[in-house]
């Protein structure tokens, strides 16, 4: 069993990592090419993780979340346009999908009267914020339910071949 650290303020990384239970010399193992050096400088943050080291952490340690938050909190231009997703059980993510594609249906008039000129005007303005900020919950919701996918495959609960197979023949 890993040393766990008694620092108080742990990284995602760290966390990941003593979650699983593993030492920074058996995960450097786990990783394959990311040194027990490299770990503790990404978890002290001395160093910032690179996307390679970030998909590899995400794939090894079966938790695809490190990407979105990898997106969301580190990388410059993810930290502008991706949203940080938090992890949630399905049934949530079904009930707030539903409610915000119902709030949509009924703000589906207001959004052909505000653009049906190929403008926004003075007085559509606020209208059109909180229906941009509803298709933003939308697209939240959509991304976390990918992640909720990824994660269900990478444990073994979705079968990943039957998965992708009937995903590809959609395409």
Avoid: H
């Amino acid at each position: 069993m890993a040393r766990v650290s008694s620092k108080k303020d742990k990284n995602i990384y760290q966390q990941t990592r003593e979650n699983l239970e593993l030492s920074r010399e058996s995960a450097s193992e786990l990783l394959e090419w990311i040194s027990p050096e490299r770990i503790e400088r990404i978890e002290n943050e001395k160093s910032n993780p690179n996307p390679d080291e970030v998909l590899q952490m995400a794939d090894k340690y079966k938790l695809p979340r490190l990407c979105n938050y990898y997106c969301a909190n580190q990388c410059p231009i993810g930290q502008q346009y991706v949203p940080e997703v938090k992890v949630k059980e399905l049934s949530q993510l079904t009930l707030e999908l539903l409610s915000s594609l119902n709030n949509m249906n009924n703000n589906r008039e207001r959004l052909i009267e505000i653009t049906v000129n190929g403008k926004i005007d003075d007085d559509e303005i606020a209208d059109f914020i909180a229906i941009q900020e509803e298709l933003e919950r939308i697209s939240v919701t959509v991304e976390t339910l990918q992640l909720w996918s990824e994660r269900m495959i990478a444990n073994g609960i979705i079968d990943e071949v039957k998965y992708k197979e009937i995903k590809n023949r959609r395409k």
